[in-house]
C-alpha cells in the first residue's frame, strides 16, 4: 500500500477536465485507488468520486493506492499533478 | 386535420418532412419494481442499455469533425467516463438486485442521488456539470426503450422533422448527419449551445414551442418555417402553395447575394465603403475572405480565455493570432483584447471577487490593466503575430486617455523585450479604442490622437446611452438605436473622426443590420464592421445608396425629436432619389 500527499496546484483544482484525466489515468493500472481530502474518502476510478470531492488549487489531498502495480500507478499519478494535467498543451 | 402553432425560430431556413416524436424522459418515472425472479434479466438489460449507450458515444465521438468536435469532445469524454464510473454502476446493481427496482427506476434513483450532491456543491461551474449527469442518463433510458424509439429508425432519418422536448448539442450533430431535416423542441432557447451549433450546421430550429408535443403525431406531415418559428402540421394546399413560394424566394435571394460576392462595395455614386468582418472563429475568418470583406475589423479572443481550467499560454494565443493573419492573406485584422468581466473571469480561472454590477464593474481594458500578467501574455502573443501580416490592436470599454496612454507604454515595453528575444515585431502596430463608455464618446476629442481609430461599439454604447439591458425582454422596445441622443452622437463621432483624419468603424450589430445601413451612411459612416452572414445583404444596399443624397438628409434625421420623428425621417431616406 503506499499514500501520498499531494498539492492541488492547478488554477481551477480537481475541476471535471482534470478530474476526468486523473480517471483516465488510474483506469490504466490494476490497484485499487482512494482520494481523500478534510475527511471525506472517494474511489480516486470514480469520476463522480473525484468531481465531487471538489478540491480546489492549494488543497492538499491524500492518494492511497494498494495493488501490484501501485508504484507506477502513483508515478503516473505524481507525473500528472506535477504537469498540471497538461492544461497548457 | 391542419393545426398550427409556433415557438421561438431559432435559426433560419425552411423545411417540410415527416414528424418523428421522441417523448422527454427520465423526470416522470414511477417507482417500479420486478419479480425477484426477473433480477438476472434486469441486469442484463440494464448492462446491454449501457454498452450501447458507450458505443453510441463512441460513434458520435468519430462522427464528429472539425470546430464542433473540439467544443463537444470535452463533454462526450465526461460522459463516456460517467458510463463507466464504478460508484454508478455498483449503484445501480446494488438498486436493482436487492432492492428489486426497475433498470429505468434504479437509474432514476442513483441519478437523483447523485445529482443531489451536485446540487449541494458550492460551485457554479460543478453545478452545471449536473447537466453532463442527464444527458448521459437520459441516453440510457432511450437504449432502455429503444423498441419505440425512432431516433434508431435502421433507415436513418431522411426527411424527418424530430419534435421532443429539448436536444442536447452531441445529439444534435449526430441526428444531422442522419438526414434529419428540422428540429423543433418544446423547451429551450435561441441562444443555447444547441441553437448555435444548429446555426452552423444550417438547419432550421424552432425553440420554445411549447405545444409541440400535444398537437403532433408521429408520422404527421408538418412545415417548419424557422425564420418566423411558425410549425403547421398537416398543411393544407394553401400552405403548400406558400412554402414552394418562400423557397423560391430563399433560394433566388442567395442566388442574386452570391453575385455579390466579389464586387465592389461601392455607392451610386462612386463612394467606396469598407465592409469588415467581425470574426472569432476560422470559419468566420474563411467566410470573410471568400464575400470579399476588407479585412477583419474586430476579431473576438475571449474564446481562448472560456470553458477552460487555466489562462492560455502565450504560445496558444500566438498560434491563434497568427492563424487569423495568414488566412485574411495580406487583409488587415483587428483583434480585440480580452472583452471579459469578473462574472465570467471565474470561469477560466481568474478568482475576482463578485460585483454586484457586472456590466458597470471591472470588465474589458480595466480587467486588462489589473491582471497585468494576463495583460502583457496577450499582448506578447499579438506583437508575436504582427510579424505576418498587417494586425491592428482594438482596446475594449475604454473610458479615460490614461487607459490608452498605459497600453501604449505596455506596448512599447513588450515590443522592446520580444525584440530583445529575437522575434519579428511589426514596425507599425495600430492601437484602437472601442468606444462604448458614453464618457468615451463625449470626451472623443480629447482621445482621439493618442489612438490610430475608433470602433463604436453600439451594442453597449446604446445600452448604456438608454440605460437599458439589452438582454432584458420585459423593455420592449426601450432598447433602440433609433433614439435621438444616439444619432447624434453617433453623427459627432463620425465627424470627429473625419476632422482629424482618424478611421472611425461601427461594429456593433447596427451595422450588420441592413434596416440601419442608409441611416448610418447618410450619417457620415464609411467603414463597418459586421458579421459575415450579413455582409451580402448590407452590400447590397450600399451598392443602391446614393451617398451624397443621403448624407444631405443628415440634418433632417438629427432635428428629430422623438423616435416617430426619426422613424419618419428614415422613411424619406428609403424613398427612391
Known amino acids: 500500500m503506499l499514500e501520498r500527499q499531494i498539492v492541488v496546484g492547478n488554477r481551477l483544482g480537481l475541476h471535471a477536465r482534470a478530474a476526468a484525466r486523473l480517471v483516465q489515468t488510474l483506469a490504466r493500472f490494476q490497484s485499487a485507488a482512494v482520494l481523500a481530502r478534510a475527511g471525506r474518502e472517494v474511489n480516486a476510478k470514480s469520476i463522480m468520486g473525484v468531481m465531487l470531492l471538489a478540491a480546489p488549487k492549494g488543497s492538499t489531498v491524500t492518494l492511497r493506492l494498494s495493488g501490484v502495480d501501485e508504484e507506477e500507478a502513483m508515478q503516473a499519478v505524481l507525473d500528472l499533478f506535477e504537469s498540471r494535467f497538461d492544461e497548457d498543451a | ?577
Open chain 2, 1 to 577: 386535420m391542419r393545426r398550427a402553432f409556433s415557438g421561438i425560430g431559432a435559426t433560419r431556413g425552411l423545411a417540410l418532412g415527416r414528424a418523428c416524436i421522441v417523448q422527454p424522459q427520465a423526470l416522470d418515472i414511477a417507482e417500479e419494481r420486478i419479480e425477484p425472479g426477473r433480477v438476472e434479466a434486469e441486469l442484463e438489460r440494464l448492462h446491454e442499455a449501457l454498452s450501447e449507450a458507450r458505443r453510441e458515444l463512441i460513434a458520435v465521438r468519430e462522427r464528429i469533425r472539425g470546430a464542433i468536435a473540439l467544443e463537444l469532445g470535452e463533454f462526450l469524454d465526461l460522459h463516456a467516463l460517467l458510463l463507466e464510473d464504478p460508484e454508478l454502476l455498483s449503484g445501480l446493481d446494488q438498486l436493482i438486485r436487492t432492492g428489486h427496482y426497475s433498470a429505468d427506476y434504479a437509474l432514476k434513483l442513483q441519478r437523483d442521488r447523485l445529482a443531489a450532491v451536485f446540487d449541494s456543491i458550492d460551485d457554479p461551474y460543478m453545478r452545471s456539470r449536473r447537466e453532463d449527469l442527464d444527458h448521459v442518463v437520459g441516453r440510457v433510458h432511450a437504449a432502455l426503450h429503444r423498441g419505440g424509439d425512432c431516433v434508431d429508425a435502421p433507415g436513418g432519418l431522411a426527411g424527418e422533422v424530430l419534435v421532443t422536448d429539448t436536444i442536447a448539442p452531441s445529439e444534435l450533430a449526430q441526428l444531422t448527419e442522419r438526414g434529419i431535416v428540422a428540429i423543433v423542441t418544446a423547451q429551450g432557447s435561441a441562444l443555447s449551445h444547441s441553437a448555435i451549433l444548429a446555426r452552423s450546421l444550417h438547419l432550421p430550429l424552432v425553440v420554445g414551442a411549447h405545444e409541440a408535443l400535444s398537437h403532433v403525431n408521429d408520422g404527421d406531415a408538418i412545415m417548419v418555417d424557422a425564420g418566423s418559428g411558425q410549425v403547421i402540421v398537416e398543411p393544407n394546399a394553401q400552405d403548400l402553395r406558400r412554402f414552394r413560394q418562400l423557397q423560391r424566394e430563399n433560394e433566388r435571394e442567395q442566388r442574386q447575394l452570391a453575385r455579390l460576392k466579389r464586387k465592389a462595395t461601392r455607392t451610386r455614386d462612386e463612394v467606396d465603403i469598407a465592409l469588415y468582418a467581425n470574426a472569432e472563429s476560422r470559419q468566420d475568418v474563411s467566410q470573410a475572405l471568400e464575400l470579399g470583406a476588407a479585412g477583419i475589423g474586430l476579431y473576438r479572443t475571449e474564446f481562448l480565455f472560456l470553458q477552460r481550467n487555466e489562462l492560455p499560454t502565450e504560445e496558444e494565443q500566438f498560434f491563434a493570432y497568427r492563424d487569423v493573419v495568414l488566412g485574411m492573406g495580406g487583409r488587415p485584422v483587428t483583434i480585440r483584447t480580452l472583452d471579459l468581466g469578473a462574472d465570467k473571469a471565474d470561469s477560466c480561472g481568474l478568482a475576482l471577487g463578485a460585483e454586484p454590477n457586472p456590466a458597470l464593474g471591472v470588465r474589458g481594458i480595466r480587467l486588462s490593466l489589473r491582471e497585468h500578467g494576463l495583460f502583457r501574455t496577450q499582448l506578447r502573443a499579438i506583437l508575436r503575430a504582427s510579424g505576418y501580416g498587417p494586425l491592428r490592436i482594438l482596446l475594449p470599454m475604454v473610458s479615460c486617455r490614461e487607459e490608452v496612454l498605459a497600453v501604449r507604454e505596455l506596448l512599447l515595453e513588450c515590443t522592446r523585450d520580444l525584440r530583445d528575444e529575437g522575434h519579428e515585431i511589426a514596425e507599425q502596430v495600430e492601437l484602437g479604442a472601442m468606444i462604448e463608455v458614453p464618457a468615451a464618446a463625449l470626451a472623443l476629442a480629447g482621445m482621439i490622437r493618442h489612438v490610430d481609430f475608433v470602433s463604436i461599439g453600439t451594442n453597449d454604447l446604446v445600452q448604456y446611452l438608454l440605460a437599458a439591458d439589452r438582454n432584458n425582454d420585459q423593455l420592449g422596445s426601450i432598447y433602440s438605436p433609433l433614439h435621438p441622443a444616439v444619432l447624434r452622437l453617433l453623427h459627432e463621432i463620425f465627424a470627429l473622426g473625419r476632422r482629424t483624419r482618424t478611421p472611425v468603424l461601427v461594429c456593433g450589430e447596427v451595422a450588420g443590420d441592413e434596416r440601419y445601413t442608409r441611416l448610418l451612411l447618410a450619417l457620415g459612416l464609411t467603414r463597418f464592421s459586421l458579421h459575415p452572414g450579413s455582409l451580402l445583404q448590407v452590400r447590397r444596399v450600399v451598392r443602391d445608396a446614393d451617398l451624397h443624397a443621403l448624407r444631405r438628409q443628415a440634418p433632417a434625421l438629427l432635428r428629430a425629436a422623438d423616435r416617430a420623428g426619426i422613424e419618419r425621417a428614415l422613411q424619406r431616406l428609403e424613398a427612391p432619389e
